[in-house]
């Protein structure tokens, strides 16, 4: 499980295709604590690590993986934003997070407000997918607050420091984004589409 807080942005060294597996390489402020097996998000998706060589280490992205999410078009130089797995004892400071991307959106606008930005999504509605006002969604693994919701479009506010430390600096409208939607929203629907 995860927060949505993002710890790091690491940054794509090499990409190397297996059939369709996709082996990605990254470096990591935080390469010291990682050890094989450990799962860390990558822009809002778990992967395992599963190499560790010297300042970099190696995750795999499988097929439906990559058609599912943003991750097929990273290229090597691509900032990416890094958690690992909230620990037992630690603060719970953003939102249940599964990592698992549950559809990708597209950047519609990026809106300057003088110290903050709006950035606005959109996304298909055919996967029953929705969100509320003041409700939380996760974009490329960030934990944000919805600030305007609409059937298949969203806003979130940025603050300065999130710009600044995530990837959402480098987002332009046209850009894909993940988005894994409230796990609570989630299993509402769900169970009101079956009533």
């Not at 249940?96 to 809106?111: L, M, S």
Request: glycine share 8%; net charge negative; hydrophobic share 35%.
């Amino acid at each position: 499980m995860f927060t949505g807080i993002i710890e790091a942005l690491g940054r794509v060294t090499a990409i190397e295709d297996e059939q369709t597996n996709k082996h990605f390489t990254l470096t990591s402020p935080f390469i010291n604590e990682l050890k094989i097996d450990q799962s860390v998000a990558h822009n809002g998706v778990c992967l395992t690590v599963v190499r560790i060589n010297g300042e970099e280490y190696t995750v795999t992205a499988i097929d439906e993986t990559l058609r599912k999410t943003n991750l097929h078009s990273l290229k090597v130089g691509d900032p990416v934003n890094l958690e690992r797995c909230m620990q037992a004892n630690g603060r719970f400071d953003g939102h249940v997070v599964q990592g698992h991307v549950d559809q990708t959106g597209v950047c519609e606008e990026v809106k300057d407000e003088n110290g903050s930005w709006v950035f606005t999504f959109s996304y298909d509605t055919s996967q029953g997918n929705v969100t509320v006002e003041k409700g939380s969604i996760c974009v490329n693994g960030i934990s944000l607050t919805v600030v305007n919701s609409r059937e298949d479009r969203f806003s979130v506010a940025i603050i300065p420091y999130t710009f600044e430390h995530t990837n959402l600096h480098t987002v332009k409208p046209g850009d894909t984004v993940n988005l894994e939607f409230d796990i609570i929203g989630k299993y509402v629907a769900r169970l009101l589409g079956k009533s």
